[in-house]
C-alpha cells in the first residue's frame, strides 16, 4: 500500500530526501479532499514517445552510454558523475536531474539510435492507449503535397485527432520542461555537446553553428544575458578544464552585422530578426529611378544580407526554439523562417530542437514530437521551482458588474488580503535581504490603474509608496504595448535586486514569457481564466525560486484569487500538481541566522585546504603487474548461457524456459573501451582514455585471469569480457587503484581564518526546526526525526557547552570506493567539557548505510588528528546510527556516558573515531 500524505497547514507535503540531480523514485498523487499518497516509481507521462523512451534511456545510462561517442561519454562523466564547486550560496553545485535526462535522451536518439525522421521514432517508442475508447493504434498519412499528419488518440483532450509531422527528413525533438527548471542549462549543454563532438570527433553529423530563437524581444533579452560574452558556458561548469583552450565559439546577438564565420557560431536572436520578408525587394518609385537604379547605399561598409541569408551560406546548423508554442502562430512566420533554412542548407538543419513548459499547438494538443517530461508537479516535488499555494482568504461570492469606478470597492477584500500576505512575507523576507514582490492581474487597463491608485493611497501602512507600483498595460493577447516595453525591460533586469525599489506590479492578463523574475511570493488573480490561458502560464510569472534563500530549496508562490480561479486548481490536478488549498495562510519559513545572545554558544572551527589534488600523468607510471588478479584461468573456459523464463505479463504465472548462447560478440577493441570508459566515470577521470586504454588492456592480457594472453581479440577472451560480473569486477578494481594513483594526498594544513557560525549568514528553512539553548543559532536546522532527536540529546548533555548542525557549512573532501574525489559535510559540531578541559566533536548521524561511509570516517579521523596538532583544542570525531541510538537515548545524559557506553558495548556498533 502505498503511503498516505495529509496535507497539515503547518507543513507543505515534501518527499523525503527528495534531491533535485537525483531521479525520482516515487511521485504524490491526490487522494482524497487535503490527503496525498505517495507512489512509487516514475510519475506516468501523457506525451506520446515520452514513457517508454524514458526506459530506453535508462537501461542505456544503467550500462554506461554504449554506443556514444567518446567525448559524448567524456562530458556526461564529467558534468554529471564529478562534483562540482558551488555557483550560487555554499552548496556544491548539480544539473538537475531533469537536465541530465534532457541532454541524455538526445544523444541516445542521435548517437545511439542516429534515427533521420522523427516517423522512426513514433514506431518504435509510441504510446499504445489501451483501455480507451478508442483503439490506441496510431496513422501516418501523406498527402499529394508530401505533408504527413499523424491520427493518434490524444489522453490530453481524451479523443482521437490529427496533427501534422514535420518534413521528411527533418529531425525534430521538443523538450517540455517546467518554468524555471533550467530549459536555458540543456540549450547550453547542447551547444558544448556538438560543437565538441565535431572538434574532436570530427563528426560531420554534429552542428558547430547554433541558432536559438526567441518568440519576443522580452525572451530574447533574458537568453542574451545569459549567453553574452559565452557568460553561461563561464559560470557554470559546461566544460572539462582540459578542453577549455579549444573552446572557440562566437557569440552573435542583436545588432551583430559581421559576417558569420564558416563555423563555430552560437546566433541568438528573436523571431523578428529571420523574416525573410525582411530584404524588400527594390521597386523603382519613378521614371528617373528606373533609369538610373537603386541609390548607393548610406554605408558601404554594411554587409546588405539580412540574418537569413547570412545562415543560409552555412554548412550545418542546429536550431533551438525558446518558448516554442509560438512557433506556429501565424503573425511571426517561425516556421516558414525556419523551413527556408531546412531547405537551404546542405544537408539541411542538423537538428531542431523545441523547448517550451506547454509545448502545445494551437489546437491545445501536445506535439508529438515531445522526448523529454518534465511537468510542473514534477518540479514542484523536486523543490527547483515555489511551491503554488492557492489562498482563499475571503469566503464571498465573486462580484458582479464590475466597472472601472467601482474595481476597488468590488474587490477590495482581495486586494487586502494579498497585501497582507505580501507583508508577512516582506518582513519574513527582509532580514536576509531579499524582497518578495505582490503580481496582481487585472481585467482590464483602466481596473489596472484604479487598483494601482488604491493601493498607493493605502500602501503606507504596509510599507509601499507610489513610486514602487510598476503597472503595466498589455493588449488583448497579453502583449506589452510598446509605451509600456521599454519600462519592462528596464524592471526585468534588476527588480529582484534589493536596490530594486518596485514591490507592486501589476498587469493586465499574464505577462507573456520572458518576464520571469524571482522574487514573486503573492499572485493575485482578479478575472476569469479562459481556456487560452494555460494554467501553467497563470503562475509561471512566478514560479522561480529565489537563489541563497534556503538550502532545501522550499519556497512558496501564493496565489489568490476569486471564486471563477478555481479552473486553475482543477487544470493544474490533472497535470499532477499537487496545489495545497487552505483556509488559512500557510506557515511561512522560519530564518535561521545566529543571535548575539547567544554568543556564549559561538564556536571556531578551523578552516583547511583541500587535501586531494587529480595527477593524470601519474596513469602511465601505473605497474599493472602489481594488481591483483580477479579471476583463475579455469574462468575462461567456462560455458555462458542464458536463462529465459516467459511469464503471462499480467498473472505472472510462466510459461516456457529456453536456454541461449549469444551469437554476437563484440570485438575485444570495442569491449575494453567500454570498460575504459566506465573506469573514467566511476573513477571520475576525464580526457584520459587514450592513457587508460592501454592500462586496461594490459591488465586484462597479463593479470585479469592469472594468465598471458597475446591477443585481446581472443574469442574465448572476448565471451568472458561481455559478461557484466567480469565487466563489474574488472571497472571496480581498475576504477579504485587507478583512482588511488592518480591522486596526491595533501597534509591537512590549516587555511585562512577559522569558520565562526556566528557569522554565518541568515537562511530561509522550511524543512523540520526546534529550539535548543546551547547553540549560536536561533533554531537548530534538521532534515529529520533523527536529527531532531539527536540535537535534542546533545541540547540536554551535562557535559555539552555548545553545538550546531553545519547544513552545509563545513566542507571537506574525501577519495571515494569508486576513486573519485568528493566532498563530506557533517551533521553537527559539539564542545564537551568535562572537568575544564574542552574537546570538540564532529558528529555524523546515520540512519542508512553508504559505500562510502568508512572512506568518509577515515578521512574525518585525520581531518581531526591534523587539526588537533595545529590548533589549541583536541578534535574528534563521532559516528551515531540511528537504530541503535533508539536502544539508549533514554538513558544517555552527556556524551561521557555515550563513549563510555561504546566501550563496554561493542556490539553496539556506535564509533568513536
Same mark, same amino acid.
Given at each position: 500500500?502505498?503511503?498516505?500524505?495529509?496535507?497539515y497547514?503547518?507543513?507543505?507535503?515534501?518527499?523525503?530526501?527528495?534531491?533535485?540531480w &537525483?531521479?525520482?523514485?516515487?511521485?504524490?498523487r491526490?487522494?482524497?479532499?487535503?490527503?496525498y &499518497?505517495v507512489?512509487?516509481?516514475?510519475?506516468?507521462?501523457?506525451? #506520446?514517445?515520452?514513457?517508454k523512451?524514458?526506459?530506453?534511456?535508462?537501461?542505456?545510462r544503467?550500462?554506461?552510454?554504449?554506443?556514444?561517442?567518446?567525448?559524448?561519454?567524456?562530458l556526461?562523466?564529467?558534468?554529471f558523475?564529478?562534483?562540482?564547486p558551488?555557483? #550560487?550560496?555554499?552548496?556544491?553545485?548539480?544539473?538537475?536531474?531533469c537536465?541530465r535526462?534532457?541532454?541524455?535522451?538526445?544523444?541516445y536518439?542521435?548517437?545511439?539510435?542516429?534515427?533521420? +525522421?522523427?516517423e522512426e521514432v513514433i514506431?518504435?517508442?509510441h504510446?499504445e492507449y489501451?483501455g480507451t475508447l478508442?483503439?490506441g493504434?496510431y496513422?501516418?498519412?501523406?498527402?499529394?503535397?508530401?505533408?504527413?499528419?499523424?491520427?493518434?488518440?490524444f489522453p490530453? $483532450?481524451?479523443?482521437?485527432?490529427?496533427?501534422?509531422?514535420?518534413e521528411?527528413?527533418?529531425?525534430?525533438? @521538443?523538450i517540455?520542461?517546467?518554468?524555471?527548471?533550467?530549459?536555458?542549462?540543456?540549450?547550453?549543454l547542447?551547444?558544448?555537446?556538438?560543437?565538441?563532438?565535431?572538434?574532436?570527433?570530427?563528426?560531420?553529423?554534429?552542428?558547430?553553428n547554433?541558432?536559438?530563437?526567441?518568440?519576443n524581444?522580452?525572451?530574447?533579452?533574458r537568453?542574451?544575458k545569459d549567453?553574452?560574452d559565452?557568460?553561461i558556458?563561464?559560470?557554470?561548469p559546461?566544460?572539462p578544464?582540459?578542453?577549455? !583552450?579549444?573552446?572557440k565559439?562566437?557569440?552573435?546577438? =542583436?545588432?551583430?552585422? !559581421?559576417?558569420l /564565420?564558416?563555423?563555430g557560431?552560437?546566433?541568438v536572436?528573436?523571431?523578428?530578426?529571420?523574416?525573410?520578408?525582411?530584404?524588400?525587394?527594390w521597386?523603382?518609385?519613378?521614371?528617373?529611378? @528606373?533609369?538610373?537604379?537603386?541609390?548607393?547605399?548610406?554605408?558601404?561598409a554594411?554587409p546588405p544580407?539580412?540574418?537569413?541569408?547570412?545562415?543560409?551560406?552555412?554548412?550545418?546548423?542546429?536550431?533551438?526554439?525558446d518558448e516554442a508554442?509560438?512557433?506556429?502562430?501565424?503573425?511571426?512566420?517561425w516556421?516558414e523562417? %525556419?523551413?527556408?533554412l531546412h531547405n !537551404?542548407?546542405?544537408?539541411?538543419?542538423?537538428?531542431?530542437?523545441?523547448? !517550451?513548459?506547454t509545448?502545445k499547438?494551437?489546437?491545445?494538443?501536445?506535439?508529438?514530437?515531445?522526448?523529454?517530461?518534465?511537468p510542473?508537479a *514534477? /518540479?514542484?516535488e523536486?523543490?527547483?521551482?515555489?511551491?503554488?499555494?492557492?489562498?482563499h482568504?475571503?469566503?464571498?461570492?465573486?462580484?458582479e458588474?464590475i466597472?472601472?469606478?467601482?474595481?476597488v470597492?468590488?474587490?477590495g477584500?482581495w486586494?487586502?488580503?494579498? %497585501?497582507k500576505?505580501?507583508?508577512e512575507?516582506?518582513?519574513?523576507?527582509?532580514?536576509?535581504?531579499?524582497?518578495p514582490?505582490?503580481f496582481?492581474?487585472?481585467?482590464?487597463?483602466?481596473?489596472? +490603474?484604479r487598483?494601482a491608485?488604491?493601493?498607493?493611497?493605502?500602501?503606507?501602512?504596509?510599507?509601499?509608496?507610489?513610486?514602487?507600483?510598476l503597472v503595466?498595460?498589455t493588449d488583448?493577447?497579453?502583449?506589452?504595448r510598446k509605451?509600456d516595453?521599454?519600462?519592462?525591460?528596464?524592471t526585468?533586469?534588476?527588480v529582484?535586486?534589493p536596490?530594486?525599489?518596485?514591490?507592486?506590479?501589476v498587469?493586465v492578463l499574464?505577462?507573456?514569457e520572458?518576464w520571469?523574475?524571482?522574487?514573486v511570493?503573492i499572485?493575485?488573480?482578479?478575472?476569469?481564466?479562459d481556456s487560452p490561458? $494555460?494554467?501553467?502560464?497563470?503562475i509561471?510569472?512566478?514560479l522561480?525560486?529565489?537563489?541563497?534563500?534556503?538550502?532545501?530549496?522550499?519556497?512558496t508562490?501564493?496565489?489568490?484569487?476569486n471564486?471563477r480561479? &478555481?479552473k486553475?486548481?482543477?487544470?493544474?490536478?490533472?497535470?499532477?500538481?499537487?496545489?495545497?488549498?487552505?483556509?488559512?495562510p500557510?506557515?511561512?519559513?522560519?530564518t535561521?541566522?545566529p543571535?548575539k545572545?547567544r554568543?556564549?554558544?559561538d564556536?571556531s572551527i578551523? *578552516?583547511?585546504?583541500?587535501?586531494?589534488v587529480r595527477v593524470?600523468r601519474?596513469?602511465e607510471?601505473?605497474?599493472?603487474?602489481?594488481?591483483?588478479?580477479?579471476f583463475?584461468?579455469?574462468?575462461?573456459?567456462e560455458?555462458q548461457?542464458?536463462?529465459?523464463k516467459?511469464?503471462?505479463m499480467n498473472?505472472?504465472?510462466?510459461?516456457?524456459q529456453?536456454?541461449?548462447e549469444?551469437?554476437?560478440?563484440e570485438l575485444g577493441?570495442e569491449?575494453?573501451?567500454?570498460?575504459?570508459?566506465?573506469?573514467?566515470?566511476?573513477?571520475?577521470?576525464?580526457?584520459?582514455?587514450?592513457v587508460l586504454?592501454p592500462k586496461?588492456t594490459?591488465?586484462?592480457?597479463?593479470?585479469?585471469?592469472?594468465?598471458t594472453?597475446?591477443?585481446?581479440?581472443?574469442?574465448?577472451?572476448?565471451?568472458?569480457?561481455?559478461?557484466?560480473?567480469?565487466q563489474e569486477?574488472?571497472?571496480?578494481?581498475l576504477?579504485?587503484?587507478?583512482g588511488?594513483?592518480?591522486?596526491?594526498?595533501?597534509?591537512?594544513?590549516?587555511?585562512?581564518?577559522?569558520?565562526k557560525?556566528?557569522?554565518?549568514?541568515?537562511?530561509?528553512?522550511?524543512?523540520?526546526?526546534i529550539?535548543?539553548?546551547?547553540?549560536?543559532?536561533?533554531f537548530?536546522?534538521?532534515?529529520?526525526?533523527?536529527?531532531a532527536?539527536?540535537?535534542?540529546?546533545l541540547d =540536554?548533555a551535562?557535559?555539552?557547552e555548545?553545538?550546531?548542525?553545519?547544513?552545509?557549512i563545513?566542507r571537506i573532501d574525501?577519495?571515494?570506493?569508486?576513486?573519485?574525489?568528493?566532498?563530506?559535510?557533517p551533521d553537527f559540531?559539539?564542545?564537551q567539557n568535562?572537568d575544564g578541559?574542552?574537546?570538540?566533536?564532529?558528529?555524523e548521524?546515520k540512519?542508512?548505510?553508504?559505500?562510502?561511509?568508512?572512506?568518509?570516517?577515515?578521512?574525518?579521523?585525520?581531518?581531526?588528528?591534523?587539526v588537533?596538532k595545529?590548533?589549541?583544542?583536541?578534535w574528534k570525531?563521532?559516528l551515531?546510527?540511528?537504530?541503535?541510538?533508539n536502544?539508549i537515548?533514554?538513558?544517555?545524559q552527556?556524551?561521557?556516558q %555515550?563513549i563510555?557506553?561504546?566501550?563496554?558495548?561493542?556490539?553496539a556498533?556506535?564509533?568513536?573515531?
Open positions: 500500500m502505498p503511503k498516505t500524505w495529509v496535507q497547514n503547518k507543513e507543505l507535503p515534501y518527499l523525503e530526501d527528495r534531491q533535485p &537525483e531521479i525520482p523514485t516515487c511521485y504524490m491526490k487522494s482524497g479532499p487535503n490527503a &499518497e507512489v512509487e516509481g516514475r510519475r506516468p507521462s501523457r506525451m #506520446f514517445l515520452v514513457n523512451l524514458r526506459k530506453a534511456v535508462d537501461r542505456w544503467a550500462a554506461g552510454y554504449p554506443g556514444a561517442t567518446p567525448t559524448s561519454r567524456e556526461l562523466t564529467y558534468w558523475d564529478q562534483s562540482h558551488p555557483v #550560487f550560496g555554499s552548496e556544491p553545485f548539480h544539473f538537475y536531474f537536465q535526462e534532457a541532454i541524455e535522451t538526445l544523444i536518439l542521435y548517437e545511439v539510435r542516429q534515427f533521420t +525522421d522523427l514506431d518504435e517508442f504510446e489501451r478508442f483503439s493504434e496513422e501516418i498519412s501523406e498527402a499529394m503535397d508530401g505533408k504527413r499528419t499523424l491520427k493518434r488518440y490530453e $483532450l481524451q479523443q482521437e485527432g490529427e496533427q501534422e509531422l514535420p521528411k527528413d527533418l529531425l525534430r525533438y @521538443a517540455k520542461m517546467a518554468t524555471g527548471s533550467g530549459k536555458t542549462m540543456v540549450m547550453a547542447v551547444v558544448v555537446w556538438s560543437y565538441f563532438n565535431r572538434l574532436r570527433e570530427g563528426s560531420r553529423r554534429h552542428a558547430d547554433f541558432l536559438i530563437v526567441a518568440p524581444v522580452i525572451v530574447y533579452e537568453l542574451a549567453f553574452a559565452g557568460k558556458f563561464h559560470e557554470f559546461f566544460i578544464p582540459a578542453w577549455k !583552450s579549444r573552446w565559439l562566437n557569440i552573435k546577438l =542583436r545588432g551583430d552585422e !559581421s559576417p /564565420a564558416p563555423g557560431n552560437l546566433v536572436n528573436n523571431i523578428h530578426q529571420l523574416y525573410e520578408s525582411r530584404q524588400k525587394t521597386e523603382p518609385k519613378n521614371i528617373i529611378q @528606373a533609369i538610373l537604379g537603386q541609390d548607393v547605399p548610406k554605408d558601404p554594411r544580407q539580412t540574418l537569413l541569408e547570412r545562415l543560409k551560406e552555412l554548412d550545418n546548423l542546429l536550431v533551438m526554439n508554442h509560438h512557433v506556429h502562430d501565424d503573425e511571426l512566420k516556421n523562417s %525556419l523551413l527556408s !537551404s542548407i546542405p544537408g539541411g538543419l542538423k537538428m531542431w530542437l523545441d523547448f !517550451s513548459a509545448p499547438t494551437p489546437n491545445n494538443t501536445y506535439y508529438p514530437w515531445i522526448i523529454v517530461d518534465y510542473l *514534477q /518540479a514542484v523536486d523543490r527547483i521551482v515555489k511551491v503554488p499555494l492557492i489562498v482568504t475571503v469566503n464571498k461570492s465573486d462580484p458588474k466597472t472601472g469606478d467601482n474595481v470597492q468590488k474587490y477584500a486586494i487586502t488580503a494579498a %497585501l500576505r505580501w507583508k512575507h516582506f518582513d519574513a523576507y527582509q532580514g536576509i535581504g531579499k524582497k514582490i505582490l496582481l492581474m487585472a481585467e482590464k487597463n483602466a481596473y489596472a +490603474d487598483i491608485e488604491a493601493i498607493a493611497r493605502r500602501g503606507k501602512k504596509y510599507g509601499i509608496e507610489k513610486d514602487e507600483i503595466i498595460h488583448s493577447t497579453g502583449e506589452i509605451s516595453l521599454k519600462k519592462l525591460r528596464d526585468a533586469r534588476d529582484d535586486s536596490d530594486n525599489k518596485i514591490k507592486v506590479i498587469s499574464m505577462l507573456r520572458g520571469d523574475v524571482q522574487n511570493t499572485v493575485l488573480g482578479l478575472r476569469a481564466f490561458i $494555460l494554467p501553467e502560464q497563470a509561471g510569472r512566478g522561480r525560486l529565489m537563489r541563497d534563500v534556503s538550502p532545501d530549496r522550499t519556497q508562490l501564493e496565489v489568490i484569487g471564486n480561479f &478555481e486553475i486548481v482543477k487544470e493544474l490536478e490533472t497535470e499532477g500538481v499537487g496545489v495545497n488549498t487552505t483556509k488559512t500557510p506557515p511561512l519559513p522560519v535561521i541566522a543571535e545572545k554568543l556564549q554558544y564556536i578551523p *578552516q583547511t585546504d583541500f587535501s586531494y593524470y601519474d596513469i607510471a601505473v605497474d599493472v603487474s602489481g594488481l591483483p588478479s580477479i583463475t584461468s579455469d574462468k575462461l573456459s560455458d548461457i542464458t536463462l529465459l516467459m511469464e503471462v498473472l505472472g504465472v510462466e510459461v516456457h529456453v536456454e541461449i549469444s551469437e554476437y560478440i577493441r569491449l575494453v573501451s567500454y570498460i575504459t570508459n566506465q573506469i573514467m566515470k566511476r573513477a571520475g577521470l576525464t580526457d584520459c582514455f587514450h586504454y586496461v594490459e591488465y586484462i592480457l597479463t593479470r585479469c585471469f592469472e594468465a594472453l597475446t591477443d585481446i581479440e581472443n574469442e574465448e577472451l572476448r565471451r568472458k569480457l561481455k559478461e557484466l560480473s567480469i569486477a574488472i571497472i571496480d578494481l576504477a579504485r587503484e587507478i588511488k594513483a592518480t591522486v596526491h594526498q595533501k597534509p591537512i594544513t590549516i587555511k585562512g581564518k577559522p569558520i557560525l556566528s557569522e554565518t549568514p541568515r537562511f530561509l528553512w522550511r524543512r523540520k526546526h529550539r535548543c539553548k546551547k547553540t549560536v543559532f536561533n537548530v536546522a534538521c532534515y529529520n526525526d533523527f536529527e532527536e539527536f540535537a535534542e540529546f =540536554r551535562d557535559d555539552v555548545a553545538f550546531a548542525a553545519l547544513t552545509n563545513l574525501y577519495l571515494s570506493v569508486s576513486g573519485a574525489i568528493r566532498h563530506y559535510l559540531v559539539a564542545v568535562v578541559k574542552k574537546t570538540f566533536w564532529i558528529i548521524t540512519g542508512r548505510e553508504y559505500p562510502d561511509l568508512e572512506n568518509k570516517n577515515r578521512t574525518i579521523k585525520r581531518w581531526c588528528e591534523a588537533s595545529q590548533t589549541v583544542g583536541e570525531y563521532l551515531v546510527r540511528q537504530t541503535h541510538f536502544e537515548k533514554g538513558k544517555l552527556s556524551i561521557y %555515550l563510555a557506553y561504546i566501550s563496554d558495548n561493542r556490539s556498533q556506535l564509533k568513536i573515531i
